[in-house]
């Protein structure tokens, strides 16, 4: 299977602001890439490429005054197949992890995992370690927050969604890793994309989606407790301890987004949509401007 993907974003900058954006695929996924993703802006500037201390790719570039596009559109080969599920990969002990995976045992800024760990412990505590652990942990944060794009806040923590009940795929992701952490199961944030490949029709072309991956047998894992079902299509653009360290867009500057499309599907399905999207009205922009986008 092929898959198209892409963003594109439209600015109106008062005047010229430093960007660091992070749209191109994991290097984990260079080799499945068919149609380079390489960043475009119009007007065009230089955009000069680095990895994080993550190994995220990421671009540095001077949007200019006035109106500034930015965008991907590349082409991925995929095997069709849903996220793959692993039911007896076991929890490792603290002192048998990798040293690399610890860091994502700590707390982090939007993942307070020891203010949540006694009740992460009481939820879950008696619960098979493992595989079976993890999966309660999605289970109850689908079913105890209420997604709403309306919800989207860019200060909400993982305390803050387990209070209040609501949020977007960020806040599900954040509850989900902070209490996954509390439980000694090392777990990092991820953002990428999403295809509704497979899924009932209609359905729009594609998102940008957050979901964790967990260290569990040896290896990481992929669970996404805001759609909590394994999907086809999901293409992994960075991963951190949580939202902060993989914002789509940080602006250093005022970020008057206008205008905002994704899309990840199918390359047979989409190749006859060209047309159409290119007369579609724009997505709807969230309820607030951020300075930073963070999915």
């Keep these: 299977m092929r898959i198209r993907l892409g963003c594109e974003m439209r600015y ?59 965008g991907t559109d590349g082409i991925v080969a995929d095997d069709g ?53 993890v999966q309660a942990v999605c289970d109850f944060v689908h079913a105890h927050l209420a997604f709403g794009y309306e919800f989207a806040h860019r200060d909400r ?16 992701t954040h509850l989900a890793v902070a209490l996954c952490r509390a439980l000694n199961l ?25 979901w964790m991956e967990v260290y569990l047998g040896g290896r990481w894992h992929v669970f996404d407790p805001r759609n909590n079902a394994p999907r086809i299509g999901r293409v992994m653009v960075a991963y951190g301890r949580d939202a902060a360290d993989v914002p789509l867009t940080h602006t250093f500057g005022p970020n008057p987004l206008v205008g905002f499309r994704v899309w990840a599907d199918a390359v047979a399905v989409i190749d006859h949509l060209d047309a159409e999207a290119a007369e579609a009205p724009e997505e709807p922009l969230p309820p607030q401007t951020m300075t930073t986008r963070m999915e």
């Design 186 to 210: 090392p777990t990092r944030y991820c953002t990428g994309y999403i295809s509704f490949i497979g899924e009932p029709e209609p359905h729009p072309a594609g998102d940008f989606c957050a």
């Design 81 to 133: 197949l849903p996220d793959p599920m692993a039911p007896d990969a076991a929890q490792h002990r603290v002192e048998d992890l990798p040293a690399e995976t610890l860091l994502f045992l700590l707390p982090s800024r939007y993942c307070e995992s020891d203010l949540l760990a006694d009740e992460a412990w009481r939820l879950f505590g008696d619960t098979p370690p493992g595989w079976e652990r």
């Design 12 to 70: 109106a900058f008062p005047y010229p602001v430093p960007m660091v954006v992070m749209l191109n695929l994991h290097p984990s996924c260079a080799d499945a890439l068919e149609a380079s993703d390489a960043i475009v802006t119009q007007p065009a500037v230089p955009v000069e490429t680095y990895r994080d201390s993550f190994g995220n790719l990421c671009g540095r570039l001077i949007a200019p005054a006035g109106a500034f596009t930015i």
């Design 157 to 172: 923590t993982a305390l803050d969604a387990y209070q209040g009940g609501r949020g977007v795929c960020r806040d599900f």
